[in-house]
């Protein structure tokens, strides 16, 4: 109903820097609340990151705080996440959510409604 596309994904070598994007064409974010979520493999899937409708306040997962950044543009219908300080954990693919409508819960993976494809993240030792 709803396409999530990230991009931004690729190889580096940890301590290095990647920028994530999540594009929503033809859909306004405004309406969304909006979150970043990885997963290894053999490993669930974990909250990373999250962001209200305006993009005024932000959420992070522990092991990302201080080294990641989340933020929204919602007149280029665009949520990104910026990643610093890279290290070899962070190696996962990394999806976008959206929630259509406010549950109250901001970590938890089913309450997003809409998702992305994913896109690759690797960081070498």
């Known amino acids: 109903q709803v396409q999530l596309v990230e991009s931004g994904g690729g190889l580096v070598q940890a301590g290095g820097s990647l920028r994530l994007s999540c594009a929503a064409p033809?859909?306004?974010?405004?309406?969304?609340?909006m979150g970043w979520f990885r997963q290894a493999p053999g490993a669930e899937r974990e909250f990373v990151a999250a962001?209200?409708?305006?993009?005024?306040?932000?959420f992070y997962a522990d092991s990302v705080r201080g080294r990641f950044t989340i933020s929204r543009d919602n007149a280029m219908n665009t949520l990104f996440l910026q990643m610093n300080s890279l290290e070899p954990e962070d190696t996962a693919v990394y999806y976008c959510?959206?929630?259509?409508?406010?549950?109250?819960?901001?970590?938890?993976?089913?309450?997003?409604?809409?998702w992305g494809q994913g896109t690759q993240v690797t960081v070498s030792s």
């Open positions: 959510a959206a929630q259509s409508v406010w549950r109250g819960v901001t970590h938890t993976p089913r309450s997003y409604d809409y």
């Open positions: 033809g859909r306004s974010l405004s309406n969304y609340f």
């Open positions: 962001i209200t409708w305006s993009g005024s306040s932000t």
